[in-house]
């Protein structure tokens, strides 16, 4: 499947939680442990920020509202994916050079799992659908192996199953826990 497909539809998977999100819950706790519910959806703002302003596109005025710019942040990085010659273009992301394509890839996988961290704060089950669980794996799996771990951008790995279900594949690959229990 093309990669800006997989992350239109991420973003409308985690969009079904930011919506919900009210002021209160921004402040609750999340699986991502360093940042609460209102810093994660801030930190996918900036990650659509900073693509759009790399790849040198219109970037919408924030409002202060994280809901809001989530969205029309988001909704301007999939209106410049349409350009196809973006998905070639070069980027540079901590770990080296990579091109659009594996770039809205990063956004896609990190985007899908912090849908998921915000529904575990605010107790809304969100279950991924198999096949963008099966395209993050596939994704997030040829990543460097310094993207784990303290400094990396993912928690240490858990273990899981070869054969449990996707979504727990998928969490545990990203360093989270079905059991997250953490208000």
């Not at 699986?31 to 930190?43: D, K, L, M, N």
């Amino acid at each position: 499947m093309d990669i800006r497909a997989l992350y239109s539809r991420a973003v409308d998977s985690t969009w079904q939680v930011v919506e919900t999100l009210s002021d209160d819950q921004l402040a609750l706790p999340t699986p991502c442990a360093r940042w609460t519910a209102r810093e994660i959806v801030e930190h996918m703002v900036e990650n659509h920020h900073n693509i759009l302003t790399k790849f040198d596109k219109p970037v919408p005025e924030l409002t202060g509202d994280v809901r809001t710019d989530f969205r029309r942040t988001a909704d301007a990085v999939i209106a410049a994916f349409t350009d196809d010659r973006l998905l070639e273009t070069r980027y540079e992301i901590p770990q080296g050079t990579v091109n659009g394509a594996i770039a809205l890839g990063i956004h896609f996988s990190d985007t899908l799992v912090h849908g998921w961290d915000l529904g575990q704060a605010v107790d809304t089950e969100v279950r991924l659908a198999d096949d963008l669980a099966e395209a993050l794996i596939e994704i997030v799996s040829r990543w460097p192996e310094d993207v784990w771990g303290p400094d990396g951008v993912f928690a240490e790995r858990l273990p899981v199953e070869p054969d449990a279900p996707l979504h727990d594949r998928v969490l545990a690959l990203t360093g989270r826990s079905p059991e997250w229990a953490g208000r």
